[in-house]
């Protein structure tokens, strides 16, 4: 059974937000503070779970079960990354103030980033089409 199929724009936008923290976090690779691209890694919290678009955390030691991000000593991601293209504004940022924001005991912070659409094609809400270099 599929539950969700991501379109085109949300995986690029996904993307192009994972290439720009992992440039930025280039000076530390290879270091013990490396930061890691975890993916779209299902974190489990309470009685529920869900699938970040994206997360990234430092290299950490794995903690006490059952506090980790999997139930047991997974180390919870520092930064998660939702992008919203077919779901409402309104509806990710529940999402984020009731799971991954409910308290500072798991992620620390969430770059959110609304993909809209228009009549000239796919832009970002609020910005005029631009590349990036």
């Known amino acids: 059974m ?3 199929l991501p379109f085109k724009p949300h995986e690029t936008c996904i993307y192009a937000i994972n290439k720009v923290i992992s440039r930025a976090c280039t000076a530390v690779d290879y270091t013990n503070s490396r930061i890691l691209n975890l993916g779209a890694t299902r974190i489990r919290a309470d009685d529920s779970g869900k699938e ?8 950490k030691a794995r ?3 059952p506090t980790g991000s999997d139930r047991e000593s997974e180390p919870w991601p520092n930064v998660v990354v939702e992008v919203a293209y077919t779901e409402s504004t309104d509806h990710v940022l529940k999402k984020v103030k009731e799971y991954w924001l409910p308290d500072l005991s798991c992620v620390h912070d969430v770059i959110v980033k609304v993909v809209c659409r228009n009549l000239f094609g796919l832009m970002p809400k609020g910005e005029t089409p631009h590349i990036v270099p």
């Open 52 to 59: 970040a678009d994206s997360c990234f955390r430092p290299m």
């Open 63 to 65: 903690v006490l079960a």
């Open 2 to 4: 599929i539950y969700e």
